[in-house]
């Protein structure tokens, strides 16, 4: 599968932006989504997840940083997935990533970047103070 990060921009904290990430090639249900990010001069790091087909379809997880301003969701049938940011921070700019991995039904929701075998380009997102 291959995916397409788009949405990244310039903002203003306090301010909203959402992410889409588009991927190509079929069973897109079947793959759990998360998001990454990395900051300059910091490793890359978990955002947000969220679950395929199974018994954790839709779950979804972040990471404490951003739970209570970041949703992420899934359009199956636009094989798109979405990271809805709010109240964003200056220390939320970054090179925001989407990655896919194909779950087996009863898989959990990856959380680790070495779980998830394919990684969209990134997108930057700057958030002035």
């Known amino acids: 599968v291959q995916l397409q990060a788009s949405g990244g921009g310039l903002v203003q904290a306090g301010d909203s932006l959402r992410l889409s990430c588009r991927a190509s090639?079929?069973?897109?249900?079947?793959?759990?989504l998360g998001w990454f990010r990395q900051a300059p001069g910091k490793e890359r790091e978990f955002v947000a997840a969220?679950?395929?087909?199974?018994?954790?379809?839709?779950?979804?997880y972040y990471a404490d940083f951003v739970k209570g301003r970041f949703t992420i969701s899934r359009d199956d049938t636009a094989k798109t997935v979405y990271l809805q940011m709010d109240r964003l921070e200056p220390e939320d700019t970054a090179v925001f990533y989407c990655a896919a991995k194909y779950t087996i039904l009863t898989a959990p929701v990856p959380t680790l970047q070495l779980q998830y075998d394919f990684w969209g380009q990134g997108t930057l997102v700057t958030v002035s103070s």
């Open positions: 969220i679950g395929g087909s199974g018994v954790n379809a839709l779950s979804t």
């Open positions: 090639g079929r069973t897109f249900n079947r793959y759990a």
